[in-house]
């Protein structure tokens, strides 16, 4: 093999001092003599460097390899070691740094093993650079925070989409992994709000950012106008589609105190309470549930507040106009007593409806207090003398139903013609199903005593036009005790 000469000058060293001997395949291969250079030619040509530290001492060298940072930097370092705890992070330091288990992510009780790995690089923000046991601590979560936060407020600037997993649900929201923990809240996550948060979590959605705070470390973000936005053409459209008038089928979305929302395949519309039924509801879960399928009225489309307001009781049978229809003046109706006030009694004779018996309807004497007459709860027949569809007003009569008359349809085949004897008599057998008892037969003794009795009365005082719902009934009494207390009020200087 091919040498190379060394000269007189290469063989002396620059202290005098020998070189170590280099081990050879060939008896050639000789240690040098006394005074050799610090490098040795070896036998592919490439030098050996025996002293690199150009003139520092060992020490200083070791020094200058070590990182050098303070509390609050942020560091980048290697996996060495992962314990059910904490996890060892080499960055070049004396020694490794430790993160502790909660502060690897800002997910809470997570194991170490899910969240790094062996070997893996990663940033870490030093909080304590010695502790009282001489540990470097380190935080993997607050230096994602820290690059996070520039992140999110040149989003925030921009107007633009942060997306991340739902990793919790908490008390009035979600909190979502965007970096750092975001809160979305429940009345924001979708167009309609929504009461069951739990399937949400693990899923990824794409929010809004609607406010920052990094010294309350507060993030507040909204799914509800990422969707708003994305959707907003279609919702023009569907609006611009929809008229007043038109009938349409629904899922009841979200029940709330004043109404029901309903989804029409594209928008949610309000029916409100008053619009739910005919009757009276106490509150609208009496009425519907969320799930229900339901068929409803357009009754406005506001397009500048993008508000629809529906009417489910306008696909309903009015029962009103239903009662119209089946009933006429005169007629004989059976009716529970539901109210009683200083004018009258309210008697409900249908589902729905009730009718004011006037107080000078309620017997042929003179009656000072409906509670003479009637009791709350109390049923009894009573002849219609006034239907006024147009303002959902009924005028009964105890005193004329004493008098006898025809009953309504529904009671004709307990209580018709067929039912009675010559004499007015009640023969038709057992009573209706219920226990109503046969009302007085026109004509009969009973029916002619009453007319003699009336007959022998003075002549009533002239009747007052009776609102036909309590609401009315209660302003016009409030109206008549203001101003007797008024009257009683002396007047103060």
Same mark, same amino acid.
């Not at 709000?193 to 739990?198: E, M, Q, T």
């Not at 339901?294 to 507040?305: I, N």
């Not at 049978?317 to 309210?346: C, I, M, N």
């Not at 009640?426 to 009973?446: D, F, K, L, R, T």
């Given at each position: 093999?091919?040498?190379?000469?060394?000269?007189?000058?290469?063989?002396?060293?620059?202290?005098?001092?020998?070189?170590?001997?280099? *081990?050879? =395949?060939?008896?050639? *291969?000789?240690?040098?003599?006394?005074?050799?250079?610090?490098?040795?030619?070896?036998?592919?040509? *490439?030098?050996?460097?025996?002293?690199?530290?150009?003139?520092?001492?060992?020490?200083?060298?070791?020094?200058?390899?070590?990182?050098?940072?303070?509390?609050?930097?942020?560091?980048?370092?290697?996996?060495?070691?992962?314990?059910?705890?904490?996890?060892?992070?080499?960055?070049?330091?004396?020694?490794?740094?430790?993160? $502790?288990?909660?502060?690897?992510?800002?997910?809470?009780?997570?194991?170490? &093993?899910?969240?790094?790995?062996?070997?893996?690089?990663?940033?870490?923000?030093?909080?304590?650079?010695?502790?009282? =046991?001489?540990?470097?601590?380190?935080?993997?979560?607050? #230096?994602?925070?820290?690059?996070?936060?520039?992140?999110?407020?040149?989003?925030?600037?921009?107007?633009?989409?942060?997306?991340? $997993?739902?990793?919790?649900?908490?008390?009035?929201?979600?909190?979502?992994?965007?970096?750092?923990?975001?809160?979305?809240?429940?009345?924001?996550?979708?167009?309609?709000?929504?009461?069951?948060?739990?399937?949400?979590?693990?899923?990824?959605?794409?929010?809004?950012?609607?406010?920052?705070?990094?010294?309350?470390?507060?993030?507040?973000?909204?799914?509800? #106008?990422?969707?708003?936005?994305?959707?907003?053409?279609?919702?023009?459209?569907?609006?611009?589609?929809?008229?007043?008038?038109?009938?349409?089928?629904?899922? !009841?979305?979200?029940?709330?105190?004043?109404?029901?929302? !309903?989804?029409?395949?594209?928008? =949610?519309?309000?029916? &409100?309470?008053?619009?739910?039924?005919?009757? &009276?509801?106490?509150?609208?879960?009496?009425?519907?549930?969320?799930?229900?399928?339901?068929?409803?009225?357009?009754?406005?489309?506001?397009?500048?507040?993008?508000?629809?307001?529906?009417?489910?009781?306008?696909?309903?049978? =009015? $029962?009103?106009?239903?009662?119209?229809?089946?009933?006429?003046?005169?007629?004989?109706?059976?009716?529970?007593?539901?109210?009683?006030?200083?004018?009258?009694?309210?008697?409900?004779?249908?589902?729905?409806?009730?009718?004011?018996?006037?107080?000078?309807?309620?017997?042929?004497?003179?009656?000072?207090?409906?509670?003479? !007459?009637?009791?709350?709860?109390?049923?009894?027949?009573?002849?219609?003398?006034?239907?006024?569809?147009?303002?959902?007003?009924?005028?009964?009569?105890?005193?004329?139903?004493?008098?006898?008359?025809?009953?309504?349809?529904?009671?004709?085949?307990?209580?018709?013609?067929?039912?009675?004897?010559?004499?007015?008599?009640?023969?038709?057998?057992?009573?209706?199903?219920?226990?109503?008892?046969?009302?007085?037969?026109?004509?009969?003794?009973?029916?002619?005593?009453?007319?003699?009795?009336?007959? #022998?009365?003075?002549?009533?005082?002239?009747?007052?036009?009776?609102?036909?719902?309590?609401?009315?009934?209660?302003?016009?009494?409030?109206?008549?005790?203001?101003?007797?207390?008024?009257?009683?009020?002396?007047?103060?200087?």
């Amino acid at each position: 093999m091919k040498k190379k000469q060394l000269s007189e000058q290469d063989v002396t060293g620059s202290n005098g001092s020998p070189v170590p001997e280099v *081990a050879g =395949d060939s008896a050639e *291969a000789a240690a040098p003599e006394a005074g050799t250079t610090l490098t040795q030619i070896r036998e592919d040509d *490439a030098p050996v460097v025996f002293d690199d530290l150009g003139g520092q001492s060992f020490s200083d060298a070791v020094d200058a390899t070590i990182v050098e940072f303070d509390d609050g930097d942020i560091v980048s370092g290697t996996v060495v070691k992962i314990d059910s705890d904490e996890v060892l992070l080499d960055i070049g330091y004396k020694s490794e740094g430790v993160i $502790p288990s909660r502060e690897l992510s800002i997910r809470n009780d997570v194991d170490p &093993h899910d969240v790094v790995t062996l070997d893996e690089v990663l940033e870490a923000l030093v909080l304590t650079k010695e502790d009282k =046991d001489g540990r470097l601590i380190l935080s993997k979560k607050r #230096a994602q925070y820290e690059r996070a936060w520039g992140t999110i407020e040149e989003l925030k600037e921009k107007e633009e989409i942060v997306s991340g $997993p739902v990793i919790e649900v908490v008390k009035g929201g979600l909190i979502l992994d965007i970096g750092l923990r975001g809160f979305l809240p429940a009345s924001l996550v979708d167009l309609r709000r929504v009461r069951d948060l739990a399937p949400f979590v693990g899923r990824t959605l794409e929010c809004k950012i609607i406010e920052l705070d990094k010294n309350r470390n507060n993030v507040v973000l909204s799914r509800r #106008a990422y969707l708003e936005e994305t959707q907003r053409e279609q919702r023009d459209e569907f609006l611009a589609n929809l008229k007043p008038g038109e009938v349409r089928s629904g899922v !009841v979305s979200s029940v709330v105190n004043f109404g029901a929302f !309903v989804d029409l395949g594209g928008m =949610d519309g309000l029916v &409100h309470v008053s619009e739910l039924s005919w009757k &009276h509801v106490d509150h609208p879960s009496s009425v519907v549930q969320v799930g229900d399928e339901v068929t409803v009225q357009v009754l406005d489309v506001d397009l500048t507040r993008e508000r629809i307001s529906l009417s489910l009781k306008a696909t309903q049978q =009015d $029962p009103w106009q239903e009662f119209a229809d089946g009933h006429q003046v005169g007629e004989l109706v059976y009716g529970r007593v539901t109210k009683l006030v200083p004018f009258g009694s309210f008697v409900q004779v249908g589902d729905g409806i009730e009718g004011l018996v006037h107080i000078s309807e309620m017997a042929v004497h003179h009656v000072e207090a409906p509670e003479q !007459v009637v009791t709350p709860g109390e049923e009894l027949w009573v002849k219609i003398i006034d239907i006024d569809l147009e303002r959902r007003r009924i005028s009964l009569s105890i005193k004329q139903a004493a008098e006898g008359g025809v009953v309504a349809a529904e009671y004709q085949d307990q209580f018709g013609e067929h039912a009675y004897d010559e004499h007015g008599n009640y023969i038709g057998g057992e009573q209706a199903e219920g226990g109503v008892p046969a009302p007085i037969a026109e004509g009969s003794e009973a029916a002619e005593a009453a007319l003699a009795e009336a007959a #022998a009365q003075p002549d009533p005082e002239p009747e007052i036009s009776a609102p036909a719902t309590e609401a009315e009934m209660q302003a016009l009494l409030t109206d008549g005790l203001s101003s007797e207390s008024a009257q009683e009020t002396p007047e103060t200087e």
